[in-house]
T-cell receptor, first 114, second 110 residues
């Protein structure tokens, strides 16, 4: 059983640029969620995808968008990067309905915007 | 939306000590989970515990859903237990949003 893998692990971008972060879900999981975690804070929910459709969104602007593919892998796209977008981005996969193990998180992508 | 409060916000222990972390919810608890985030950022599942008590080695957790709280017990703490402990529960209403508390930062000194 593979876990959740994210790529890249670290990334440096310039303000105004666009970035794509990738996530491969745990085998058998059909739901993926994305989170932004600023330094010293808890993860903040960005959005969730189930069967390739967005089915929940947190308080993030439209320049944060995503995709889920038929194999349940996912992308997070952020346009017009701002300095405040610097954070650890985490994805988590799960099986709906939830099984005994709930959500499984990846190791994250640390994005630095300069 | 559902609110999560974790206490204490910070905890410093000597190796070998025991501790109890608490998570309070403003609404009913359905799918509570405890995580440990290590100093490198990795969030590790500890327990998925909607109700009752579970134990895994030195760690155990108890959720009292009717009273909207959960406790995480760490016994005989080790330096590798250091990091931030989060609890979470999906928001009500089917969107399955994960609502995290602000976490408890645990430092275990040798």
């Amino acid at each position: 059983e593979t876990g959740v893998t994210q790529s890249p692990t670290h990334l440096i971008k310039t303000r105004g640029q666009q970035v794509t972060l990738r996530c491969s879900s745990q085998s058998g999981h059909n739901t993926v969620s994305w989170y932004q975690q600023a330094l010293g804070q808890g993860p903040q929910f960005i959005f969730q995808y189930y069967r390739e459709e967005e089915n929940g969104r947190g308080n993030f602007p439209p320049r944060f968008s995503g995709l889920q593919f038929p194999n349940y892998s996912s992308e997070l796209n952020v346009n017009a990067l701002e300095l405040d977008d610097s954070a650890l981005y985490l994805c988590a996969s799960s099986l709906v309905p939830l099984g005994d193990y709930g959500y499984t998180f990846g190791s994250g992508t640390r994005l630095t915007v300069v | 939306g559902i609110q999560v409060e974790q206490s204490p916000p910070d905890l410093i222990l000597q190796e070998g000590a025991n501790s109890t972390l608490r998570c309070n919810f403003s609404d009913s608890v359905n799918n509570l989970q405890w995580f440990h985030q290590n100093p490198w950022g990795q969030l590790i599942n500890l327990f998925y515990i909607p109700s009752g008590t579970k134990q895994n080695g030195r760690l155990s957790a108890t959720t009292v859903a009717t009273e909207r709280y959960s406790l995480l017990y760490i016994s005989s703490s080790q330096t590798t237990d250091s990091g931030v402990y989060f609890c979470r529960d999906p928001a009500q209403g089917g969107s399955e949003k994960l609502v995290f508390g602000k976490g408890t930062k645990l430092t275990v000194n040798p």
